[in-house]
């Protein structure tokens, strides 16, 4: 597992995609709200986050997530996870994102989902 | 890996107060999971435990060695092989009635994002044993094959 995590974004017309590859602690949870707050500034209007390569999120990193998803909320957009490990999808549901948040096996139903959301 | 007086085997690590001293941490627990051929998503339920052990005692503990001792100890109860994690800081410790419950709902209402360090402890462990004083906090917690 890599200490720094590392964010990349892609955009698919209004469904920006933020890949995340590493351990996702305070650091690369303010990375992924930097990335994901410049795609809302700049019109997206779904966010899918794919964390296939990543196997921890600590509560720092997801308590970072629920603001970024606090504010696709706020502007009544639309997230969704996808990739999640069991251990992560365990957690999120613990922690209540999974109330708030669609969370898909594949980043391709994700997509599907929020374009069409 | 040396035996303990019930044969269990265990390591033992010390970690200074620092930013990500918890990866080191979580490398350690991996390796003695993977030892006893853990299944993989177990071992990420003990390493994120671990983690969370680890930031609440960087975060709350005030150690006056600016320490956290570690104790990774294999071994098996009724035929089933275990993982235990034993996590010890000479702290200031802490009143466990005193610790305020979170809740997704106070979560997203914006009251209390943190917090949920040990709910995630308890949630991804089978058993955890929280003993807290004026000489520190000891964490021991147990994850079965």
């Known amino acids: 597992m890599s200490e720094v995590c590392r964010v990349a974004a892609e955009r698919r017309g209004n469904v920006a995609i933020l890949s995340t590859d590493g351990y996702i602690n305070n650091q690369g949870g303010e990375e992924i709200a930097r990335q994901a707050y410049a795609q809302l500034e700049s019109g997206a209007s779904a966010l899918v986050l794919n964390l296939e390569k990543t196997r921890i999120v600590n509560s720092i990193g997801i308590s970072i997530l629920i603001e970024v998803l606090e504010k696709v909320m706020d502007r009544k957009g639309q997230l969704a996870f996808c990739g999640l490990t069991p251990t992560i999808d365990k957690t999120f549901r613990i922690m209540g994102l999974a109330q708030y948040a669609a969370i898909y096996p594949t980043e391709a139903e994700a997509i599907r989902a929020v374009a069409t959301a | ?145």
């Open chain 2, 1 to 145: 890996m040396s035996l303990d007086a019930n044969g269990a085997r265990e390591i033992s690590l010390t970690i200074p107060v620092a930013p990500d001293m918890e990866i080191v941490a979580t490398a350690q627990a991996a390796a003695v999971g993977e030892f006893i051929e853990m299944p993989r998503d177990k071992i990420d339920e003990v390493k994120l435990a671990l983690v969370e052990a680890c930031i609440n005692a960087f975060e709350h503990a005030q150690a006056r060695d600016d320490l956290l001792h570690l104790i990774f100890r294999v071994g098996r109860e009724n035929a089933r092989e275990f993982l235990e994690v034993e996590v010890l800081d000479r702290g200031k410790g802490f009143d466990q009635a005193s610790v305020e419950l979170p809740s997704p709902e106070k979560t997203f209402s914006g009251r209390q994002k943190r917090g949920w360090g040990l709910q995630i402890m308890r949630s991804l462990m089978d058993t955890v044993a929280i003993t807290s004083g004026e000489g520190g906090t000891r964490i021991l917690m147990r994850k079965y094959k």
